[in-house]
């Protein structure tokens, strides 16, 4: 099992920067897919960027793609979400997600929540004009 912990999250004007961390702990070493999510009220839980570890391939949302970045602190087991240029559309409560090599669960791909077996409790971000 593995548990994933959020911090990093709040409040920040429209332009401004943040970043989020997710901290792992348990089984971290079976960890070879990491995701971060967001879900707004009234929307469904959104993909926002994913990142595979044994080549490092990362992927984004259209949405964030050229203001977001993931990275991964392997040795802490750490991953961070650094958000740039936030937009109210960008608020939203953020989850980190996470999957095992060899997992039994079915893959639907990397925006796909029902991929992914453990989540955080997730950390609000709100983006004011």
């Known amino acids: 099992h593995v548990q994933l912990v959020e911090s990093g999250g709040g409040s920040v004007q429209v332009g401004g920067s943040l970043r989020l961390s997710c901290t792992a702990s348990g089984s971290v070493d079976l960890i070879n897919k990491w995701a971060w999510f967001r879900q707004a009220p009234g929307k469904e839980r959104e993909g926002v960027a994913h990142?595979?570890?044994?080549?490092?391939?990362?992927r984004y949302a259209e949405t964030v793609r050229g203001r977001f970045t993931i990275s991964l602190d392997a040795a802490k087991n750490i991953v961070f979400l650094q958000m740039n240029n936030l937009s109210p559309e960008d608020t939203a409560m953020y989850y980190c997600?996470?999957?095992?090599?060899?997992?039994?669960?079915?893959?639907?791909?990397?925006?796909?929540?029902?991929?992914?077996?453990?989540w955080g409790q997730g950390t609000q971000v709100t983006v004011s004009t």
């Open positions: 990142i595979y570890v044994p080549d490092g391939t990362l």
């Open positions: 997600a996470a999957r095992l090599s060899g997992s039994g669960r079915s893959w639907y791909g990397w925006t796909s929540f029902e991929s992914y077996a453990y």
